[in-house]
């Protein structure tokens, strides 16, 4: 093989693995959902506000139902409030779960945005918190919640394997 042949061969490689690499890393995504929890003075309540991105929680419903959702409809709507309230709970120290209200949804083309509340009980009558939204589904999963109290912020990561954590 001459010079020539043996550059051309490398850069021909070269240029396989590269294209290979960057098909891998366009394929991969970081999975991740955040949630806020914080106490309202005002109203004495625990706000609960998650926040996921839109193709996720499309792919999870369609992968649990085998259909299309569209969660500007209420009825849809309410299959994906049963799963997050399945997946996402605060409990108080006897383990008995603090009930969190539905508000509502916004969605956009990036993501999913829920609001929750669990009225007239401050954040401090939680002992623990399970975060398995999207993990059951996503095993790289990985959930951010960030629990705001008397003018702190703390963040908790929740994985797969950490899928409940202490509050406090």
Known sequence: MTLRGFKTLCLALLLCVSTAMSNNA?????????????????????????TYTAHDIDALLLNLYQRQFDLSDPEDQDVLRQYVERQFWLAAPDGKRLPPKWIGMTVDANSVVIYQEI?????????TIRQGVLIDFLPEQ????????GGTVRSLTFTRQALEQPAQ
Do not use: K, Q
């Open 26 to 50: 366009s394929a991969h995504r970081f999975h991740f959902g955040m949630t806020d929890i914080s106490y309202n003075e005002r109203t004495g309540s625990t706000e609960i506000v998650h």
């Open 142 to 149: 990985v959930n951010t919640v960030n629990l705001g109290a």
């Open 119 to 127: 009225e007239n009980t401050p954040l401090a009558h939680a002992a």
